[in-house]
């Protein structure tokens, strides 16, 4: 049984930056891809970014690309999502996922959830 745990939400201005952070729990961190998929309110869940269990391999939704990186220290079990230049459009509830499958993970099929962490963007 793998848990995640999120933390680095907060609130900051547009243009502003922030780092989410997640953490794994168990023994076989490195076996699995990560990403992270965000929910604004009233609006359905839509991905964000996800990484391969090597981090060699990154996907970034169109919406955030160029602004957003993500990677992986697996001597931590933690997973990094630097958000720069953000926007208020960025403003949701950011959930850190797992899966074995790389392609499971980039359509929502995640074995694993974090409990989300709360980012808003001002204007």
């Known amino acids: 049984q793998v848990q995640l745990v999120e933390s680095g939400g907060g609130l900051v201005q547009a243009g502003g930056s922030l780092r989410l952070s997640c953490v794994a729990s168990g023994r076989s961190f490195s076996l699995y891809a990560m990403g992270w998929f965000r929910q604004a309110p009233g609006k359905e869940r839509e991905f964000v970014a996800a990484i391969s269990w090597s981090g060699g391999s990154t996907y970034y939704a169109d919406s955030v690309k160029g602004r957003f990186t993500l990677s992986r220290d697996n001597a931590k079990n933690t997973v990094y999502l630097q958000m720069n230049s953000l926007k208020p459009e960025d403003t949701a509830v950011y959930y850190c996922?797992?899966?074995?499958?790389?392609?499971?993970?980039?359509?929502?099929?995640?074995?694993?959830w974090g409990q989300g962490t709360q980012v808003t963007v001002s204007s």
């Open positions: 996922a797992a899966d074995r499958s790389y392609g499971d993970l980039r359509t929502g099929r995640c074995d694993y």
